[in-house]
Nanobody
Framework: VQLQAFGGGLVQAGGSLRLSCVGSTLSLGTYAMGWFRQAPGKEREFVAAVNWRGGLTHYADSVKGRFTISRDAAKNTVYLQMSTLKPEDTAVYFC????????????????WGQGTQFTVSS
């Protein structure tokens, strides 16, 4: 497994949670990283992405202002800090990698982690 996502669980609405994506056998240094989520019965959707340098980020409108994506090169890890969580944020969250530049479409990422589930209770 090249990417491993961690940090799921149960959180109350309005709370915060941080997800981590570790490059277990993949050095993330030259990859743009994205977070996607998939709720039951729905298609996988884009959440956030950061370019390979870490200086450019992009967010889905639904999470803008509440979620922050960041990366730590020394730890070979990408984070998704989530706050002001809502029940509609409940999903399985996946991290993914692609070369260099940000993308928002599932098919443009070629390496995926296994997903981590979290639930926001109302």
């Amino acid at each position: 497994v090249q990417l491993q996502a961690f940090g799921g669980g149960l959180v109350q609405a309005g709370g915060s949670l941080r997800l981590s994506c570790v490059g277990s056998t993949l050095s993330l240094g030259t990859y743009a990283m994205g977070w996607f989520r998939q709720a039951p019965g729905k298609e996988r959707e884009f959440v956030a992405a950061v370019n390979w340098r870490g200086g450019l980020t992009h967010y889905a409108d639904s999470v803008k202002g509440r979620f922050t994506i960041s990366r730590d090169a020394a730890k070979n890890t990408v984070y998704l800090q989530m706050s002001t969580l809502k029940p509609e944020d409940t999903a399985v969250y996946f991290c993914a990698a692609r070369s260099f530049n940000i993308a928002t479409i599932v098919s443009e990422y070629n390496t995926w982690g296994q997903g981590t589930q979290f639930t926001v209770s109302s």
